[in-house]
């Protein structure tokens, strides 16, 4: 049986997730781009893991620098979770921002961020790399999580 991406999308839409932002600097400009696939993978070495898609143009600045930050955004940032998705080229013109520990934005009121530095890439099919990336530094915002369901982003409710 062959499933089609867009039955996959659309089953795998059911299982809710965050959503985060991943962000670099590279060739002193910053990037970014909104990931729904984000998990922990180890406490001890403490890694992470993210999975990027190979056309999106944050993808060559995050291989290029070998590290990024993982902002998970909070709830009322979809605009954010937006932005981060689009083909827009400046996605940080209106953004508010400071740099993280190893210099790489971490974006204002999200509800939590990770530095991390790649320690190994693995294919993710023919379109995306899934990085896998020890924690470097990290720190906890405050708020509610956004979360994506359905195609929709919204909150956990009570």
Known sequence: MTVAPDDLRRVAGR?????????TTHEGRPCGL????????SLDPPLVLVCVSQAARAFKCIDAEGRFTV??????????????????????????????????????????????EVVARHGGGRTHTIYVARVTALAEGSGRPLVFHGGKYGGLGT
Not at 34 to 41: I, P
Not at 76 to 102: E, I, M, N, Y
């Open 71 to 116: 902002n998970v955004l909070a709830e009322g940032q979809d605009a954010l979770a937006r932005l981060f998705a689009s083909t827009v080229s400046d996605k940080f013109a209106d953004v508010a921002h400071r740099p993280s520990p190893h210099g790489d934005p971490v974006l204002d009121g999200v509800h939590a961020w990770f530095d991390c």
């Open 15 to 23: 299982f809710p997730t965050g959503v985060a932002v991943v962000t």
């Open 34 to 41: 909104t990931v729904n696939s984000f998990a922990s993978v």
